[in-house]
C-alpha cells in the first residue's frame, strides 16, 4: 500500500519560513519524480515545485522562484519543500505528489495546511 505523509505545516507571518516533509513507503521511491501543489481556499490546485528522481532537475511554479527549494532524500524516502519569505497568498493545503511515466502511477498526500499571516 501507497502511502504519502506530509507534515511540517503550520501558522506562520508573513517573511516567515516552514519546512515540509514528504515521507512515503510503498513505492520504490527512487524511480519517481516528487512534487509539491497547493490548493488554495475557493480555487484549484495547482503546481508548487518539481523534483527528478536524482535530485538532478528541479522546477517551479514562478510565484514561489527563488523563495522556495524542494529537495529529496532518496535513502529517507522524504521529499522536502523549504519555504522561505513566505506571503500571505501562500496560504493553502499543500500536497505531495509521487508520480513516474512507465508505468503511468501518480499517488497523493493528504496535505497539510500552510496559513501565512499578513
Known amino acids: 500500500q501507497v502511502q504519502l505523509v506530509e507534515s511540517g505545516g503550520g501558522l506562520v507571518q508573513a517573511g516567515g519560513s516552514l519546512r515540509l516533509s514528504c515521507a512515503t513507503s510503498?513505492?520504490?521511491?527512487?524511480?519517481?519524480?516528487m512534487s509539491w501543489f497547493r490548493q488554495a481556499s475557493g480555487k484549484e490546485r495547482a503546481f508548487v515545485a518539481r523534483?527528478?528522481?536524482?535530485?538532478?532537475?528541479?522546477y517551479y511554479n514562478d510565484s514561489v522562484k527563488g523563495r522556495f527549494t524542494i529537495s529529496r532524500d532518496n535513502a529517507k524516502r522524504t521529499v522536502y519543500l523549504q519555504m522561505n519569505t513566505l506571503k500571505p497568498e501562500d496560504t493553502a493545503v499543500y500536497y505531495c505528489?509521487?508520480?513516474?511515466?512507465?508505468?503511468?502511477?501518480?499517488?497523493w498526500g493528504q496535505g497539510t495546511q500552510v496559513t501565512v499571516s499578513s
Open positions: 505528489n509521487a508520480f513516474r511515466s512507465s508505468p503511468r502511477e501518480r499517488y
Open positions: 523534483i527528478s528522481w536524482n535530485s538532478g532537475n528541479t
Open positions: 510503498g513505492l520504490t521511491f527512487s524511480r519517481y519524480f
